[in-house]
């Protein structure tokens, strides 16, 4: 069972970025299927970008072009590069992973974008 932890998260200002890393353990990510989701305060969490395994990627219209999802297997990590950000990216970011019928998540980063 793979474990996952989330860092980077902080306050920037519109128009800034950031880089969200998330490291796994206990397992290889190679295996999975990664990905990032948001919850803002008051709303339902949402798919941010997600990464197959072969490097697919996939984004949610509100993020393309401003984010990039990548993943290193070589040091079992999943990246989310934030540039442009906006006052509504303002949320807990959780990485998940994802393999046939298991779904793991990790604790979240906030990220806060003042205006």
């Known amino acids: 069972q793979v474990q996952l932890v989330e860092s980077g998260g902080g306050l920037v200002q519109a128009g800034g970025s950031l880089r969200l890393s998330c490291a796994a353990s206990?397992?290889?990510?190679?295996?999975?299927?990664m990905g990032w989701y948001r919850q803002a305060d008051g709303k339902q969490r949402e798919l941010v970008a997600t990464i197959t395994r072969g490097g697919n990627t996939n984004y949610a219209d509100s993020v393309k072009g401003r984010f990039t999802i990548s993943r290193d297997n070589a040091k079992n990590t999943v990246y989310l590069q934030m540039s442009n950000l906006k006052p509504e990216d303002t949320a807990v970011y959780y990485c998940?992973?994802?393999?046939?019928?298991?779904?793991?998540w990790g604790q979240g980063t906030q990220v806060t974008v003042s205006s």
């Open positions: 206990g397992d290889t990510i190679s295996f999975y299927a």
């Open positions: 998940y992973a994802s393999r046939v019928m298991s779904n793991y």
